[in-house]
């Protein structure tokens, strides 16, 4: 069954410091999109970056790059050179549906980030 | 400016009404989502709709009913069957099925019980 993980419930990190969100997932899919989110307290849910299953780079946006390893089916957010604005919750999830033909986005629990200055 | 917009921002309910929450959008997507989301929790699948007159349930479907006449709008209403819709209500589009492509989201709908 399809399934988006994420162990870390709450992190801090150390403005200027680099920090790592883990995801891992399940699929019986060969095609599928892994993406993360940022929600700040405000609420809106900001896309930050996208990884498909059959990239052999790992995707980088800016200070976002996302650490994929398809063998262990884990599509970890790295985050460099931390800012204070930095702090949100993040959201990994996942875009799948050649199996089943209906194609959805679920989400793992989140990870509250806080950058400490 | 293309976008998804979501009203109203706060929403109150009494006890045994129904209420809808609007989702508008002019990305010219194919589907839309709605999705749940408790303090402190991640997002659950409520309703999603790929295609004009068409949506399907997802994982907490009960007490909830939605309509997709137009490809533009995705309304949802939470029914008086709906135990405890005190939540974040978020709504999101997306290209059609087949492109693993992000979904657009918009600002959201806080509801509350009094």
């Known amino acids: 069954a399809q399934k988006i993980t994420q162990t870390q419930p709450g992190m801090f990190v150390q403005e200027k410091e680099a920090v790592t969100l883990d995801c891992t997932y399940d699929?019986?899919?060969?095609?599928?999109?892994l993406f993360w989110y940022k929600q700040p307290s405000s609420g809106e849910m900001i896309f930050l970056i996208y990884?498909?299953?059959?990239?052999?780079q790992n995707a980088t946006e800016g200070r976002y790059s996302l650490n994929f390893q398809k063998a262990r089916k884990s599509a970890n957010l790295v985050i460099s050179a931390s800012q204070l604005g930095d702090s949100a919750m993040y959201f990994c999830?996942?875009?799948?549906?050649?199996?089943?033909?209906?194609?959805?986005?679920?989400f793992g629990t989140g990870t509250r980030l806080k950058v400490l200055a | 400016d293309g976008g998804i917009t979501q009203s109203p921002k706060y929403l109150f309910r009494k006890e045994g009404q129904n209420v809808t929450l609007s989702c508008e959008q002019n990305?010219?997507?194919?589907?839309m989502y709605w999705y749940r989301q408790d303090p402190g929790q991640g997002l659950r699948l409520i309703y999603y709709?790929?295609?004009?007159?068409?949506?399907q349930k997802g994982d907490i479907a009960e007490g909830y009913s939605v309509s997709r006449e137009k490809k533009e709008s995705f309304p949802l209403t939470v029914t008086s069957a709906q135990k405890n819709p005190t939540a974040f209500y978020l709504c999101?589009?997306?290209?059609?099925?087949?492109?693993?492509?992000?979904?657009?989201f918009g600002q959201g709908t806080r509801l509350t019980v009094v």
């Open positions: 999101a589009s997306s290209i059609e099925g087949g492109a693993l492509t992000e979904a657009f």
């Open positions: 699929t019986s899919d060969q095609s599928y999109g």
């Open positions: 990884q498909g299953s059959y990239d052999e």
């Open positions: 999830a996942m875009r799948e549906g050649q199996v089943s033909g209906t194609y959805k986005y679920i």
């Open positions: 990305l010219n997507h194919d589907a």
């Open positions: 709709s790929q295609i004009v007159n068409d949506f």
